[in-house]
């Protein structure tokens, strides 16, 4: 029925911040931003009730982590109030740098998870992928903890 689907206009404007980031990484020398990919993503508003309204929650599909964004493209990570099981409302905040956001999302693994990206992997299997982080990232792994 009409009416039941949001239009593609909505659509479009929902995945903006995407885009956005998209955009960002596009002249990026860091090889693991080439992964990013606006349509691997899920729009996850739905279950957070607690969440901001101005930041949106995209999960990517592939590593199952989350890219939470506000509409300037600006990314926000989730502090739940409980530390001990993650669980019940929290707050979001800034994350020091859209870098360190893309860090948290792992698109460094998807050769590993992706035929298109094998030839990133240069013969390490899933079980020594660690061994390209540096190299995928652009960074050292200590940098980024």
Known sequence: MPGDHPSPDLLYRRFAPLRLVAHRLRSSPVPADTFFDPDDFMLMNWC??????????????????????????DAYRYLPLDRADGDGPGRYVAHR?????????????????????????????????????????????????
């Open 97 to 145: 740098s859209l870098r360190a956001a893309l860090l948290d999302l792992g698109l460094w693994q998807l050769p590993w998870m992706r035929p298109e990206f094998g030839h990133h992997q240069h013969g390490s299997d899933w079980d020594h992928r660690w061994d390209r982080y540096e190299e995928l990232n652009g960074i050292s792994e200590e940098a980024a903890s």
């Open 48 to 73: 957070r009730a607690d969440r901001p309204t101005e930041i949106s929650l995209f999960k990517h599909v592939d590593t199952r982590h989350y890219l939470n964004l506000d509409q300037a493209g």
